[in-house]
């Protein structure tokens, strides 16, 4: 059997839980050495070292710790040929009484992160001329929810940098794609539960599987266009994983 990643080094950014973790561990299934980075640099080590890569602190929103991270991980791995950028945040709230804070810190981590990876791990990726982006974006950058104004402004800018890196570097031999996951099951979506944000008889009614997604099945998606057997001439795109969500346009209310 062929591994689709076999001795790659990924770098998966959020990735010691969540969608972050599925894409971790399916890429270590495929071959992968993953190299996790998370505000939480135990858990990353942690999860890293059980799936034979390595994890390390970084926060994606620092030009410097983006910065060391890339330097730590090609000292330790030699390159970076995949990257990830997965990490975010979910702070939702009304428009009107959104904090400059909730929205510095959404914009910082899930933008501004996506451009600082992209950007230096990028460089690296160019002097090679061989590399795989794949950025995570969501449903949310199309489809509108209430008092998800910062969530929403993010992700849909997350598609628009995936279109422009990849027609910039596509003939320097660098793909840069996006997947945009629908409701998957995550500690995310659990809190959004729990803080009475998210509905879930309700997105399920309105999702035509009539279900939550689960993280593997985002991860075999971002499996997908990462790798070089199966997505050789794919750049640009933006995979939406949703269950049908984006393709309905009214609200089923019985199944």
């Not at 010691?16 to 894409?23: L, R, S």
């Amino acid at each position: 059997m062929t591994l689709k990643l076999e001795s790659k080094v990924a770098v998966v950014t959020g990735g010691a839980t969540g969608i972050g973790e599925a894409i971790a561990r399916r890429f270590a299934a495929e071959g992968a050495t993953v190299v996790i980075w998370d505000l939480d640099g135990i858990g990353a080590a942690r999860l890293g070292e059980e799936l034979g890569g390595s994890g390390l602190a970084c926060d994606v929103a620092s030009r410097a710790s983006v910065t060391e991270a890339t330097a730590t991980t090609i000292r330790r791995h030699d390159r970076i040929e995949v990257l990830v950028n997965n990490a975010g945040v979910a702070i939702a709230g009304p428009s009107e009484t959104f904090s400059d804070d909730q929205w510095d810190t959404s914009i910082a981590i899930m933008q501004t992160g996506v451009f600082l990876c992209s950007q230096i791990v990028g460089r690296h990726m160019l002097e090679r001329r061989s590399g795989s982006i794949v950025n995570i974006s969501s449903i949310n950058a199309w489809a509108a929810f209430p008092m998800r104004l910062a969530y929403c402004a993010a992700k849909a800018a997350v598609v628009a940098m995936t279109e422009v890196l990849a027609i910039e570097w596509a003939d320097r031999g660098i793909r840069v794609n996006a997947v945009a996951p629908g409701v998957t099951r995550t500690a995310l979506v659990q809190k959004g539960i729990d803080e009475g944000v998210i509905d879930v008889e309700a997105y399920r009614a309105r999702t035509p599987m009539h279900r939550f997604g689960e993280p593997d099945e985002i991860a075999r998606a971002v499996l997908y266009l990462a790798n070089d057997l199966d997505g050789s001439f794919v750049t640009g795109t933006t995979l939406r994983v949703d269950g049908g969500w984006s393709a309905q346009g009214w609200i089923v209310r019985d199944r």
